[in-house]
């Protein structure tokens, strides 16, 4: 077996070619951040009516029955038994 010298052996060029690429791409990555950024402060807000006005039917529900009481603890309710 024989020895191979290391600066012979290297799979790839020295060179900063590779960092220039990298840098790049993460320029371009923050430039198209930066333009979703501008371009979704632009939209309008689809809800800005509120509930009245977003299409959303609130009818049949139990707010009394579905939130939970004071503590996070939700009381047992009373079932009919079974016959």
Known sequence: MSDIDPSKARQGRGG?????????????ALIVFVGLGFYGGSQPDENIGGVEESGVSTEG???AGSAPSEGGVVEPQE?????
């Not at 590779?18 to 840098?23: F, N």
């Open 16 to 28: 900063s070619r590779v960092l220039t690429i990298l840098i790049a791409a993460l320029v371009l």
């Open 61 to 63: 529900a139990d707010p």
């Open 79 to 83: 079932t009919p038994a079974a016959q």
